[in-house]
T-cell receptor
Framework: RKEVEQDPGPFNVPEGATVAFNCTYSNSASQSFFWYRQDCRKEPKLLMSVYSSGNEDGRFTAQLNRASQYISLLIRDSKLSDSATYLC?????????????FGSGTQLTVLP | DVKVTQSSRYLVKRTGEKVFLECVQDMDHENMFWYRQDPGLGLRLIYFSYDVKMKEKGDIPEGYSVSREKKERFSLILESASTNQTSMYLCATYSPGETNVLTFGAGSRLTVL
């Protein structure tokens, strides 16, 4: 079983739609959680951290469910520019990037 | 913001060749990483370095070695390239105090024939 699992998609949604991705992690000791975004043929970049109480950044909302060991990303009012692969990232040692574990990504295409 | 530069964006090599992938960062950061990214497998850590001449194996070090002679430069070496090393290779670093915020280079796509 993979340590971090994501639905690979692709998710094809129309502009303006709301779309949600889930990610499950297997290590219950995981401490830090993130979503990275990777555009086609580009490098990954941090999109947002995921806090225990949930957090929002504009149209993006991230939530953490420790009991069920999953995190989610909700994108409201999708834009064409949101088309990318979204990587779920988990760290079970918050003080060491060595312990970052990446999911394989969920591909999103926003259609006009 | 730190800039991470990978000198080779696309390489095509033959089986058995020695391959050097170079990565340079411009902020004097101590920690640097090499990952490979394959469809369906995500990013996997090959090696990382926490200072000059200091290195540690990641999750998939077999077939690779690294060199860190200067702080700004971290090189990944494939001593004898094989077809299963065809992949996207990503170098990364992070700023002190921001352990989880990796800044990646643009990537080196290696094809081994």
């Amino acid at each position: 079983r993979k340590e971090v699992e994501q639905d690979p998609g692709p998710f094809n949604v129309p502009e303006g739609a709301t779309v949600a991705f889930n990610c499950t992690y297997s290590n219950s000791a995981s401490q830090s959680f993130f979503w990275y975004r990777q555009d086609c043929r580009k490098e990954p970049k941090l999109l947002m951290s995921v806090y225990s109480s949930g957090n929002e950044d504009g149209r993006f909302t991230a939530q953490l469910n420790r009991a069920s060991q999953y995190i989610s990303l909700l994108i409201r009012d999708s834009k064409l520019s949101d088309s990318a692969t979204y990587l779920c990232v988990v760290n079970y040692h918050s003080g060491s990037a060595r312990q970052l574990t990446f999911g394989s990504g969920t591909q999103l295409t926003v259609l006009p | 913001d730190v800039k991470v530069t990978q000198s080779s964006r696309y390489l095509v090599k033959r089986t058995g060749e020695k391959v050097f992938l170079e990565c340079v960062q411009d902020m004097d950061h101590e920690n640097m990483f090499w990952y490979r990214q394959d469809p369906g497998l995500g990013l996997r850590l090959i090696y990382f370095s926490y200072d000059v001449k200091m290195k540690e194996k990641g999750d998939i070090p077999e077939g690779y070695s690294v060199s860190r002679e200067k702080k700004e430069r971290f090189s990944l070496i494939l001593e004898s390239a094989s077809t299963n090393q065809t992949s996207m290779y990503l170098c990364a670093t992070y700023s002190p105090g921001e352990t989880n915020v990796l800044t990646f280079g643009a990537g080196s796509r290696l094809t081994v024939l």
